[in-house]
Nanobody, 124 residues
Framework: EVQLVESGGGLVQAGGSLRLSCAAS????????IAWFRQAPGKEREGISC????????HYKDSVKGRFTISSDNAKNTVYLHMNSLKPEDTAVYYC?????????????????WGKGTLVTVSS
């Protein structure tokens, strides 16, 4: 069974940090790029970061650049999103996805698998 399972969400004060995990199973993890998306209440889902097989430099949406860091542990089939200096506007459900190719956050070719998401709430 193919699974992407996000974890690590929760309630944090503004300025705080969280580390989200995206654990993959049931497919060949290292043949995919992994992307993080988020969806805030009443807003459309947006791509915020991705890590690719072909480019050593991860991609970030401008609104999270310098605050969020994506990393991968291929031995654990897990991708992480380290989130620092969190702001109330970062409140959202965060999803990871396995894509065939991530061009830039939110732009990809072949989105094959989604996780169910983890909620991040940042209080002011």
């Amino acid at each position: 069974e193919v699974q992407l399972v996000e974890s690590g969400g929760g309630l944090v004060q503004a300025g705080g940090s969280l580390r989200l995990s995206c654990a993959a199973s049931g497919f060949t993890f290292d043949t995919y790029d992994i992307a993080w998306f988020r969806q805030a209440p009443g807003k459309e889902r947006e791509g915020i970061s991705c890590i690719t097989r072909s480019d050593p430099a991860p991609h970030y949406k401008d609104s999270v650049k310098g605050r969020f860091t994506i990393s991968s542990d291929n031995a654990k089939n897990t991708v992480y999103l380290h989130m620092n200096s969190l702001k109330p506007e970062d409140t959202a459900v965060y999803y990871c996805a396995a894509v065939q190719r991530c061009l830039r956050p939110g732009s990809y070719v072949g989105l094959d698998y989604w996780g169910k998401g983890t909620l991040v709430t940042v209080s002011s």
